[in-house]
């Protein structure tokens, strides 16, 4: 009997399926996923959950009723090994062949592996699967010298819950600040800054060339110049790859991931893709993008399934990311990328602020530290296309929201700020 199966129990995936169940509809709907565990949540994995501070069963996006009741089989510890596009089929590892009318492709990224000497010890590990979060979980407790390599979310994050842990962590990063793509270099300087405070090491402008064993075990990571670090263990965060080998395969468009338009539809009819494997145009980013954060899984996830069910909404939300280090709360909305300006709005000495990014004076992004009020309206105004002045943002008695309701237009009362 064929309906709809979605590959990937992702955000992705589930937000399609619960969306079309919602919008009317009522063929069968299967969901394969390649492990064992209920969906999950992944954003915990590096934190509460390494830390110990919530459970496997507190990660689940749902129980198991929620599927039940909506009809939805899930189809767990087995996955995908080829699409036919053709005859409307997928086949499964286990020699299972399913029929499909409509089809989502939602199966994530993965960890980019590191190309060095020695990367295979033991002790080299990754984070993007609750398994590889219950490994690392215990092998920090045994572990004294930690090396994060790559200063990104996933590495910052790590770094963060293992210096609360007392542990010796250095975070070795390629290039010259952190969250180097993601937010702009104030908030990358107010960030380190807070990492050296919990006693984190970060190295700048260097990369890793071997790994050195000891008895087959990580002992010490050497840079490029012959420095070396000693690690019992050390956590890779160098970035995530599209899984979009079997789209590729089908002969589906691929381009750092499977190319959608704004309902999620692959060139192909009835064939969709969204989350981490997707690559679609943002006028957010001036251009297509892949996105990783659960937000944008979620939004176009639910796209697809409004299209899944011919109730057609476009995905066209601002994108959002957040991070949690230490006793900061990290939240950025839009592309800072290629910015030419900031307004800087509080103040960073209290640590609690938000960095306003202008590209030829149109407001692309804002990056928040422990300020989520700054947030909810950056989301409004970008989305809307509404730029307050670099001046009207750094003023704090400025009420941005009225901006909502005149536009770009002046407000006289707006700006306090004394000349």
Wanted: charged share 20%; hydrophobic share 45%.
């Amino acid at each position: 009997m064929s309906g709809l199966v979605v590959i990937g129990a992702s955000y992705a995936g589930i937000q399609a399926t619960l969306t079309a169940r919602e919008a009317g509809y009522a063929e069968p709907v299967t969901v394969i996923a390649d492990e064992s565990a209920l969906p999950y949540q992944r954003p915990p994995l590096s934190k509460d959950f390494l830390l110990d501070e919530i459970s496997a069963q507190g990660l689940l996006m749902h129980d198991e009723a929620v599927f039940s009741d909506n009809r939805i089989e899930l189809c767990l510890a087995n996955r995908v090994v080829g699409i036919g596009r053709s005859a409307g089929q997928v086949a499964l590892a286990d020699g299972a062949v399913l029929d499909f009318e409509r089809l989502v492709i939602a199966t994530g990224s993965r960890a980019r592996r590191i190309a060095v000497r020695g990367a295979d010890l033991d002790g080299v590990c990754y984070l993007r699967s609750i398994a590889d979060a219950a490994d690392l979980r215990a092998r920090l407790g045994g572990a004294s010298e930690i090396v994060i390599v790559g200063g990104g979310f996933i590495g910052l994050e790590v770094a963060s819950s293992a210096a609360k842990l007392g542990k010796k962590v250095t975070v070795i990063e390629a290039a010259s600040r952190l969250l180097e793509r993601a937010v702009s270099p104030v908030v990358s300087r107010f960030l380190l800054d807070r990492h050296v405070r919990a006693g984190v090491a970060v190295k700048f402008g260097t990369a890793v060339s071997a790994m050195i064993g000891d008895g087959g075990r990580i002992a010490a990571v050497e840079l490029n110049g012959g420095v070396r670090l000693g690690a019992d263990l050390v956590v890779v965060g160098i970035g995530g790859i599209a899984n979009d080998e079997l789209a590729v395969a089908a002969g589906l468009d691929c381009a750092n991931g499977v190319v959608v338009d704004e309902h999620g539809r692959t060139a192909c009819p009835g064939i969709y893709a969204a989350g981490d494997c997707a690559n679609h145009y943002s006028r957010f980013a001036g251009g297509w993008i892949r996105l990783e954060s659960v937000q944008h899984a979620q939004d176009q996830g639910r796209a697809v399934g409004l299209a899944i069910a011919e109730s057609h909404e476009p995905y066209d939300s601002v994108p959002r990311f957040w991070s949690d280090q230490h006793d900061l709360k990290l939240q950025i909305v839009g592309h800072s990328a290629r910015s030419d300006r900031i307004a800087i709005r509080g103040a960073i000495e209290a640590g609690r602020f938000s960095v306003f990014s202008y590209r030829e004076g149109k407001l692309v992004a804002v990056d928040s530290i422990n300020n989520p009020a700054d947030q909810m309206v950056a989301r409004r105004l970008i989305a809307a296309g509404i730029s307050p002045t670099p001046d009207q943002a750094e003023d704090s008695s400025c009420d941005l929201k009225a901006l909502l309701k005149t536009g770009n237009k002046a407000v006289a009362s707006c700006c306090r700020r004394q000349s």
